[in-house]
């Protein structure tokens, strides 16, 4: 069986304004379509419906950076996976170290999290990853496999369904990252922990997603285990979102 087409998605964060956003497609979708890896973009949810208009005639799929683990109700502020659905959304960032950092996300809180998404047919994109200070205590692949154990033990039915991204914390906006042997050690591991969970794993996709720029994402993607990245500031312009969308069709 052939291996996937790299998967390379940008997390725009709290970034975008509805100008910018234009423009940035249209710099995108005019080389876009020649290249051989799957994209996606991630983007705040109030530009959700300008993205699906924008991204519609596109390979590059919609994707939000969070889900509700509520299916609806009272929860002020929150959205539900029903919602981003009804909005074209194939991908949903869940676990993000920086929600599990400002917001108290629990393993568990994110495990429902991927329930709710997987439920109406969205991708979750599974975040893992440890702290400096868990790195340099040697807790790097107990920390990343007890984060997803969480998920694998409350969605293992249908665990082949997901997308993993591996964000060591210490190298997210830092300007650090991983080596490429750092980084191919984690998703062996991570693979390693999918595989015993379901003979169908080995189709989900493992993603890097610590400082990926267009000068490293070459020797990253090289990598037997890296499937692809999550990338934050270097999908903020399209000119370095289209580097590696190429570097990953290589």
Known sequence: MSKPLKLMVGNWKMHGDLSANAAFVAGLTAEVSELSCRAALCVPTVYLAQ???????SPV???AQDVSAHEAGAYTGEVSAQMLRDFSV???IVGHSERRLFHAETDALVAV????ALAVGITPIVCVGESLTEREAGQTEAVVKRQLAAVI???????SEIVVAYEPVWAIGTGLTASPEQAQQV?????TQLLAASSHADRVAVLYGGSMTPHNAADLLAQPDVDG???GGASLKAPDFLSLLKAASR
Not at 51 to 57: E, G, P, R
Request: hydrophobic share 45%; aromatic share 4%.
């Open 90 to 92: 194939r991908y949903a």
């Open 229 to 231: 990245g999550l990338i």
């Open 153 to 159: 033990q409350a969605n293992g039915h249908c665990i």
């Open 61 to 63: 799929e919609l994707g």
């Open 187 to 191: 998703h062996a591991v991570l693979r």
């Open 51 to 57: 993205m699906q208009d924008l991204l519609a005639a």
């Open 113 to 116: 999290k991927v329930q709710r």
